[in-house]
Nanobody, 124 residues
């Protein structure tokens, strides 16, 4: 059983920045791709970013150029640096991992373990 704990959410003004962290309990964390997703009220959970085992980042078009995903395998932690935040980025952000696959995916249904989420609110 892998436990994921997100942190770093909060209230920020339009154009501001936040850095989210996701700490994993799994000792072999470095073997797996990790993903960030978000869910706004009344909307489906959507892909935000993912990072491969080798540290290559993949992004949704809506956040490309503003968000950066990274990982520190020594700390079993993945980060999401969010710059240029917009009101439409307001959502609960979740990190996820699938320990059954070495390939990243944008499909939320493919992820095995999820954190509880951290709220990000962007105000104008």
């Amino acid at each position: 059983q892998v436990q994921l704990v997100e942190s770093g959410g909060g209230l920020v003004q339009d154009g501001g920045s936040l850095r989210l962290s996701c700490a994993a309990s799994e000792g072999t964390f470095s073997n797996y791709p990790m993903g960030w997703f978000r869910q706004a009220p009344g909307k489906e959970r959507e892909f935000v970013a993912a990072i491969s085992r080798r540290g290559i980042g993949y992004y949704a078009d809506s956040v490309k150029g503003r968000f950066t995903i990274s990982r520190d395998n020594a700390k079993s932690t993945v980060y999401l640096q969010m710059n240029g935040l917009k009101r439409e980025d307001t959502a609960v952000y979740y990190c996820a991992v699938d320990t059954r696959s070495y390939a990243y995916t944008r499909n939320a249904a493919s992820y095995e373990y999820w954190g509880r989420g951290t709220q990000v609110t962007v105000s104008s």
